[in-house]
């Protein structure tokens, strides 16, 4: 008989067994919060969420545990979502861009140049807004349990330096499946290409796409460089990482249970700050080291002048509008 061809649970395989062990009901033995990320092991969200899982079964005695499946082992951030609401995958930790077509409100926070620093942005994710945010996930079937930094991201591609909207005329530029992206890119004057983080790769060494915008742990990561060794300090998005949990699997905890799963998760966030912080220098020093060329001359009052019709287009509703103008009130020093 034919073995399966790789051991490695199947996405198929977790439904199946997510499946029988709802029906065992709330009196058997938890099983572990099954949680997805794209990024390997040893990235910071990945370590980040072992550190909560860790905290979470100190704080229920055991009773409560996670288990990562981490490298995109269960399918693109779209597909994860789309199984967490269903109830299939318990934790996923995306990033906020997954989430713009889920629900239209996560836009605030991935508008370009809407954070005037990282100490901003930080204020933003820790503060009413952020929250309101998260909160509104619930109604989609998704408790926000937390947002992970991302720092910013940046423009980078095969051909040359990005210094102007002129300079991406042409460029074929991957982005994250979200309608927000799309437009974002079209107005900073390039031709979107909206495609999974698992095919840019190749996407990049086939010529299919130009480019892609990341920040630098995930242009390092996903050795995009190594095609696209074209880095320019754009920094038009902070949009930040987020965990998210299954409603499903939420609904069957007990009161207890829940708060032990918010207090982990809000304690893992200094956790992964101070990793991402070290991973963010190391990641952009390594790849200085390896050649890849960066400018830092981007004119980045054009392209926030040029994206900027982007937010009238996606801030739609009275609610999306407070919560720009509460971000744009707080405090954006980098103190
Ligand atoms: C990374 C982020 C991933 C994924 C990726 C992408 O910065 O950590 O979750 O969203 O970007 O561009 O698809």
Redesign the pocket.
């Known amino acids: 008989m034919a073995m399966p061809p790789n051991p490695r649970l199947t996405r198929r395989g977790l439904l199946a067994t997510a499946g029988a062990l709802t029906l065992v009901g709330c009196d058997a033995p938890a099983r572990p919060l099954f949680s997805a990320d794209?990024?390997p092991q040893g990235y910071p969200?990945v370590k980040a969420v072992e550190a909560m899982g860790k905290m979470l079964e100190e704080r229920t005695k055991g009773e409560l545990s996670i288990r990562i499946y981490a490298g995109g082992q269960l399918g693109n951030?779209s597909d994860t979502l789309e199984i967490a609401i269903f109830g299939g995958i318990d934790l996923n930790?995306?990033?906020l861009?997954?989430l713009n077509p889920i629900a239209p409100v996560t836009a605030v926070l991935s508008l370009p140049f809407i954070f005037r620093s990282v100490a901003h942005a930080r204020r933003a994710f820790d503060g009413a807004p952020g929250r309101a945010i998260l909160d509104a996930l619930r109604p989609k079937g998704l408790v926000g349990l937390c947002y992970y930094d991302?720092g910013a991201?940046s423009f980078y591609n095969t051909r040359g330096p990005i210094r102007t909207p002129a300079d991406l005329k042409g460029l074929k530029m991957r982005v994250?499946t979200s309608d927000l992206y799309v437009a974002m890119m079209a107005a900073a004057g390039a031709n979107p290409t909206p495609m999974?983080?698992g095919e840019v790769y190749q996407g990049l060494m086939q010529g299919v796409v130009d480019g892609?915008e990341?920040?630098w742990?995930?242009y390092e990561n996903t050795r995009h460089y190594e095609a696209a060794p074209y880095y320019s300090l754009s920094d038009h998005v902070m949009a930040p990482?987020v965990l998210v949990m299954s409603a499903h699997r939420w609904e069957k905890l007990r009161p207890d249970q829940r708060e032990a799963v918010i207090e982990s998760a809000r304690d893992s966030v200094p956790v992964m700050r101070a990793l991402w912080d070290e991973r963010e220098s190391k990641a952009q020093e390594r790849l200085l080291a390896k050649g890849v060329k960066v400018n830092d001359d981007v004119d980045k009052a054009a392209f926030a002048t040029a994206m900027r019709p982007v937010w009238e287009r996606f801030v739609t509703t009275d609610t999306m509008r407070r919560l720009v103008d509460e971000v744009q009130a707080l405090e954006g020093g980098d103190a």
């Open positions: 794209a990024h969200t951030e930790r995306v990033n861009g997954a991302s991201r994250q999974p983080l892609a990341n920040n742990p995930s990482e």
